[in-house]
């Protein structure tokens, strides 16, 4: 059963980086992309990107010049980097499984996060 | 950007009630939206994808329906661990973008 490990600072100042790390268990790591999802105190949910075991990566583009979203195969680990965070940053951070795959009939994708991390809280406080 | 809109925003029902969740696009996403379920303090847990397909270990008084724009997720009789918040997701083809819906609530009566 594959299991999602995430760690990762929980309190930062603002300006500084936020660094988090997910290490994937038992199941492959090749075949999926891997994404952060976060989501502030009382609000819903915002994704944050995807990578794969390639290294190709999708940003959401509201956050997109900020993160920086990297891989380390031979952990099976996928990491994620927000810089000059604010408080608008304070959220639990979730790493999850991304199932993705196109559907030439409909011209669509199909796209579904089936296994995901414990999440991590990270605050942002001077 | 494919905007996502959940009604109602609040569902309150006793245990046994049926439930009825609405999500609808801003534009058509064929067939391939996802329902998860989120409880205080837990991770979100997939619970129906490609609009109508019951994840693994889901048990079957949860359904998924529609198509295009309008999809419903239905829960048959409500269950005690069934009150929870309920998000329905996406992922556009270009640009590559995931979004959710802001969720509905599903609280006891």
């Known amino acids: 059963q594959v299991q999602l490990q995430q760690w990762g600072a929980g309190l930062l100042k603002p300006s500084e980086t936020l660094s988090l790390t997910c290490a994937v268990y038992?199941?492959?790591?090749?075949?999926?992309?891997w994404s952060w999802i976060r989501q502030p105190p009382g609000k819903g949910l915002e994704w944050i990107g995807e990578?794969?075991?390639?290294?190709?990566?999708n940003y959401n583009p509201s956050l997109k010049s900020r993160v920086t979203i990297s891989v380390d195969t031979s952990k099976n680990q996928f990491s994620l980097k927000l810089s000059s965070v604010t408080a608008a940053d304070t959220a639990v951070y979730y790493c999850?499984?991304?199932?993705?795959?196109?559907?030439?009939?409909?011209?669509?994708?199909?796209?579904?996060?089936?296994?995901w991390g414990k999440g991590t809280t990270v605050t942002v406080s001077s | 950007e494919i905007v996502l809109t959940q009604s109602p925003a609040t569902l309150s029902l006793s245990p046994g009630e049926r439930a009825t969740l609405s999500c609808r696009a801003s534009q058509s996403v064929s067939s391939y939206l996802a329902w998860y379920q989120q409880k205080p303090g837990q991770a979100p847990r997939l619970l129906i994808y490609?609009?109508?397909n019951r994840a693994t270990g889901i048990p079957a008084r949860f359904s998924g329906s529609g198509s295009g724009t309008d999809f419903t997720l239905t829960i048959s009789s409500l269950e005690p661990e069934d009150f929870a918040v309920y998000y329905c997701q996406q992922r556009s083809n270009w640009p590559p973008l995931v979004t959710f819906g802001p969720g509905t609530k599903v609280d006891i009566k």
């Open positions: 038992g199941g492959s790591f090749s075949g999926y992309y």
């Open positions: 990578i794969n075991h390639s290294g190709s990566t």
């Open positions: 999850a499984r991304s199932v993705l795959g196109w559907v030439a009939t409909y011209s669509y994708y199909y796209y579904y996060m089936d296994v």
């Open positions: 490609d609009a109508s």
